[in-house]
């Protein structure tokens, strides 16, 4: 700005500026799924009927599990939302095979995906419902509150979208094939570990009311939102914010078990153990160990064994 | 300007309007949903788009708008922990990430604590680079208004700093 008159800023404060500038920009996961959201609920025309923020909510969810016209940018966008988390420090690579497979083969070192033990722990009941509910194609009229709005215009959104979800079925079931695909090329060892009680970590939740990644949707929405849970993990923990790094990681742990990125998140966990003040993070660490001891995050992982 | 679609906007814009929302205090929870109606709104008002201000201009309008409508409905407006790519970045050092981790949550705490009009002037003029008659356009403040409210914005972001400083000093 042109503004001779005023004081300009003193060089610590330009400093600050300087060094908060990024903080705020979106990552490319962000992007992606947003954008998805915004082009579904654009081309089922939410957007005509919308008054405020209640209807583009609402037409969201049936409208990105049909992808419809929108399917091929999202595709584009998921993929590089899943390379960028390369930078993140996660070795990922993504490539997509073709358009109709929307699964990404992700190759973190020699591990690709870790069967985890099913959660006993009466504590889990609860996001056992979370993960039930996600994995249904609907929209969940639990959303509304969370969201704080009302939401009327989603019924002409759910039909209009129909015809989305009709023309691009094959491509789902596609998707669905290679993802089984990707899952079979991967050890499935069992992962014997207690990491912690989940409970716990848990107590931290509420302050999230609105997910994101409670959402349900196709393959591709649920790899995009578990490199959105497990970079927002590692910014936390970066950020030195280790109990809410755990709240994330349990979230990734209660909403894909088995996930894409389930080795990733168990050994982002025993990092997150190794740095919290008040936790033990080496039984987690030696478990991550024996399981993949080849991983890219096992010589960092091994570091705080030492 | 006819040729402008949802897309092109889109993708030449979604990071302003995302570091927009943040900046404007909406909380990790929602910049979903806030950037999501920010493009609805567009995608509906594109066809009226005259061209007579810039499209960042005409976006920045419709996202205050929309994140006021936001704080109005969900009656929150809770400082947020700001997370990027930035901060996780494998090239910075852990220092590097520190300081601007530190930076980050100083810049929003000061935030929080203008008032909103204010609020928006520095983070347009002093973190977008906007000019004044840009922000004049942006908010319908006129030119004066926008530079006294830059001068008291930044006053008070002088204090803050000074007295960080001074806390980190008494530290060492």
């Given amino acids: 700005m042109n503004d001779e008159d005023i004081p300009g800023l003193s060089d610590s404060a330009r400093n600050v500026l300087d060094l908060a500038r990024d903080v705020d920009d979106p990552t490319a996961p962000d992007r992606a799924r947003v954008r998805r959201k915004v082009f579904a609920a654009a081309a089922a025309g939410a957007a005509a009927g919308v008054v405020g923020g209640a209807a583009a909510s609402a037409s969201a969810p049936p409208a990105a599990a049909a992808t419809g016209a929108a399917s091929t940018a999202a595709v584009a966008g998921s993929t590089a939302g899943a390379a960028s988390l390369g930078a993140a420090g996660i070795a990922t690579s993504g490539a997509v095979l073709g358009k109709a497979a929307l699964a990404v083969a992700l190759v973190v070192g020699s591990v690709t995906a870790v069967v985890s033990e099913p959660w006993s722990d009466p504590a889990e009941g609860e996001v056992a419902h979370e993960t039930t509910a996600s994995s249904m194609p609907a929209p969940s009229s639990a959303d509304a509150p969370a969201h704080g709005t009302t939401q009327p215009e989603t019924q002409p959104a759910v039909l209009a979208s129909g015809t989305a979800v009709l023309a691009s079925g094959t491509a789902v079931l596609a998707s669905g094939t290679a993802a089984i695909e990707a899952t079979e090329v991967a050890p499935s060892t069992p992962v014997v570990e207690e990491l912690e009680p989940p409970a716990r970590a848990r107590t931290a939740e509420p302050t999230e009311p609105a997910e994101p990644t409670a959402e349900p949707g196709t393959v591709e929405d649920s790899l995009a939102e578990e490199v959105a849970l497990l970079q927002r993990a590692r910014a936390q923990l970066a950020a030195g914010d280790a109990d809410s790094a755990l709240a994330t990681l349990h979230r990734h742990r209660a909403l894909y078990p088995t996930g894409t990125l389930a080795a990733e998140r168990d050994g982002t966990l025993a990092l997150t153990l190794c740095a919290h003040p008040d936790r033990d993070g080496h039984p987690a660490a030696r478990a991550f160990l024996t399981a993949h001891p080849r991983s890219p995050l096992s010589p960092r992982i091994r570091a705080c064994l030492e | ?172």
């Fill in chain 2, 1 to 172: 300007m006819s040729q402008l679609d949802l897309g092109t906007v889109y993708e030449a814009h979604f990071d302003f309007v995302w570091r927009t929302a943040r900046r404007l205090g909406v909380s990790d929870a929602f910049v979903d949903d806030v950037v999501q109606d920010v493009f609805l709104v567009v995608h509906r008002k594109l066809p009226e788009f005259e061209g007579r201000s810039s499209v960042k201009t005409w976006l920045y309008a419709i996202a205050r708008r929309v994140v006021s409508d936001h704080r109005r409905r969900a009656c929150q407006r809770k400082p947020h922990t700001p997370i990027s790519d930035a901060m996780v970045a494998t090239g910075a050092s852990p220092d590097e990430r520190a300081a601007r981790q530190q930076a980050a949550v100083l810049l929003h705490g000061f935030l929080d604590s203008l008032p909103d009009e204010q609020r928006e002037v520095f983070v347009l003029s002093e973190l977008e680079q906007m000019t004044a008659p840009e922000i004049e356009e942006a908010t319908g403040a006129n030119v004066n208004t926008v530079y006294s409210r830059l001068r008291l914005a930044r006053k008070a972001f002088e204090r803050v700093v000074a007295r960080e400083e001074a806390r980190r000093g008494s530290e060492r």
